[in-house]
């Protein structure tokens, strides 16, 4: 893919989100969430003229880590390695800020996100039951 750019998600780039989000996930957050996120420096979008991707860092609640709180790529662009590159953007952007390790909660129905997860080094940490309204959650992190 060329003139690839991975930047900070903006109020126009919403709908494009939102279209990403509905067609990965069977619970998608609604719009307002991602309209509260954009003041976070670690909300970002992967486009090439068009937005495939985003992703979403922030820091755990004690603030001792980062947190990876999502990351979806639109059905028509996925495995093509756009994830990886948000992916690899988040941990870089998370060391910037001084952290030294990364966490995420993943479906436990969703093996092939804990797949992508672990071929990046998280490791699984943990379970929590009822996490999601339909799913429990699996909890997983790396060192960065």
Not at 29 to 40: E, G, R, T, V, Y
Not at 55 to 68: F, K, N, P, V
Not at 71 to 80: G, L, T
Request: aromatic share 10%; charged share 30%.
């Amino acid at each position: 893919m060329k003139d690839v750019v991975i930047r900070r998600a903006e109020i126009s780039d919403i709908p494009a989100i939102v279209e990403i989000e509905e067609c990965s996930f069977k619970v998608p957050w609604p719009d307002f969430l991602f309209k509260a996120n954009l003041s976070n420096p670690g909300f970002l979008v992967y486009e090439n003229g068009s937005i495939l991707g985003y992703a979403i860092i922030g820091t755990s609640e004690d603030r001792t880590r980062s947190h990876l709180q999502s990351i979806a790529v639109h059905k028509d662009c996925r495995r093509q390695g756009v994830a990886t590159k948000l992916l690899n953007w988040c941990i870089d952007l998370a060391k910037l800020y001084g952290f030294d390790r990364m966490t995420l909660e993943v479906r436990e129905k969703n093996v092939d996100a804990q797949l992508f997860y672990s071929e990046n080094g998280f490791k699984v940490e943990g379970r929590i039951d009822g996490y999601y309204v339909d799913d429990n959650a699996i909890l997983m992190g790396r060192d960065i």
